[in-house]
């Protein structure tokens, strides 16, 4: 695509792949569940294009990244997965080097951590969807969510291995990731057999994803399934025991946050009296703006990939 390279990197005992584009400031890309580095193909030609060196590896679990056992989820923590952009960015950028980073989704919340853990490492921070959420001292999101939904939300019933892979598995990659993408009510992936993700209804693509990227989408999770991914949210009740040391730390690097005002995220239980009243702020205190999108849902660098792209150029110009 467009002058994009892909290479295999050796790092925390994983094969990783990126894809690459552009010389100067290095900006990591980090995706979000169940995606790739393709979701950031806008970003990343758009960055490459106004003097920046765009680099989007397939995270743990994902895509042409490889070395992960799939089979053990503790090996998905949040602990694992900064350790795997460490040793990346020791492999790809010089001693002492800072970079900015862009997240999404999961990629969000690697990255909050990342700059959390390793504020050495990072210059600058842009956050898409997913605000950081604090240690919580009466338990793990999935608990929380259970408690305000019962067994319906998606979290929970990603939890039992096998259960959601054979849901997922009654209809192609392709449908699934077309269903997906597309979501725009909040509500509508959280019911069990309702919603956008339930049903043999056909989908209309939108104008910003085409048959094209479904395709690639798909094919990819053909080759690599599910598992990965929801690994993630399996890690979760193990993430909170991991990172009670860092109770009331906070995230010191200048940031910008992003999300999407029909984003299934802003209407989590809290989530936006947490993001605008204040707490948000609190814990992020270098948090220099904050951007509700009007009309946007989740895969918002994909659905608005040309505002996206210039509140990251825009941002990063300041340092």
Not at 185 to 212: F, R, Y
Request: proline share 5%.
């Amino acid at each position: 695509m467009e002058g994009i390279q892909h290479k295999t990197v050796q790092a925390n005992g994983l094969s990783i792949h990126i894809a690459e584009k552009g010389e100067g400031p290095l900006v990591l890309f980090l995706h979000g569940f169940p995606e790739l580095w393709y979701s950031w193909r806008h970003q990343i030609l758009y960055l490459a294009d106004h003097g920046y060196r765009a680099v989007a590896p397939d995270l743990r679990g994902y895509g042409d990244t490889t070395g992960a056992p799939l089979n053990d989820p503790t090996k998905f923590t949040i602990h694992h997965l900064v350790g795997d952009l460490i040793g990346l960015l020791d492999a790809i950028t010089n001693e002492d080097e800072k970079v900015f980073v862009v997240g999404h989704d999961w990629g969000a919340i690697i990255a909050w951590h990342l700059c959390m853990f390793r504020p050495d490492r990072v210059k600058a921070l842009v956050n898409l969807s997913v605000p950081f959420m604090p240690w919580n001292p009466n338990g793990d999101i999935v608990e929380l969510l259970r408690a305000a939904y019962g067994e319906d939300h998606y979290m929970t019933r990603f939890q039992e291995p096998g259960k959601i892979e054979a849901e997922f598995g009654k209809m192609s990659t392709q449908t699934f990731m077309k269903k997906f993408l597309t979501v725009r009510d909040p509500t509508q992936i959280i019911p069990k057999d309702k919603g956008n993700l339930a049903g043999d209804a056909s989908v209309t693509l939108p104008p910003w994803l085409s048959e094209e990227d479904i395709e690639y989408f798909g094919s990819q999770l053909d080759k690599t399934g599910f598992t990965g991914g929801l690994n993630y949210y399996r890690s979760l009740h193990l993430n909170w025991e991991l990172s009670s040391a860092w109770r009331g730390a906070k995230v010191t690097v200048p940031s910008k946050f992003i999300i999407g005002d029909l984003d299934l995220t802003y209407h989590m239980p809290g989530m936006k009296e947490y993001i605008e009243n204040g707490g948000f702020l609190k814990d992020v205190p270098l948090l220099e703006e904050v951007v509700a999108m009007e009309g946007a849902a989740h895969f918002i660098n994909q659905e608005k990939s040309h505002e996206i792209n210039n509140h990251i150029f825009q941002f990063l110009q300041k340092f």
